[in-house]
């Protein structure tokens, strides 16, 4: 009697992770998502460990999230991974205010 399980969106030699509500501009992430994009998973997972970007830590973070659902939950070999899509979505607009007089 319980809930039915999902369909699988992906294929069976993929695995995926998501990052949601990421403080920083999607411009800025870019630049990180657009370095790892099409790297072996170990190359990419070196490349955000020596970068200079404050946010490759995050990305290395969700990197090694997806790696650990590939092979823990789909039994894929980690050292045949390669970072097929890294993408960016619209951000949350934050709020931005200075202090003024009233008039």
Do not use: C, Y
Request: glycine share 2%; net charge positive.
């Amino acid at each position: 009697m319980g809930k039915k399980a999902d369909i699988r969106r992906l294929a069976d030699n993929e695995a995926a992770a998501s990052l949601r509500a990421l403080r920083i501009s999607p411009r800025k992430l870019n630049l990180v998502a657009e370095s790892i994009r099409g790297m072996k998973a170990e190359a990419a997972l070196a490349e955000l460990t020596f970068s200079n970007k404050r946010i490759s830590q995050d990305v290395k973070k969700l990197l090694e999230s997806a790696i650990a659902n590939a092979e823990n939950n789909h039994q894929l070999d980690v050292d045949r991974l390669f970072i097929k899509e890294a993408s960016v979505g619209k951000a949350f607009v934050m709020k931005r205010w200075r202090a003024r007089t009233l008039r």
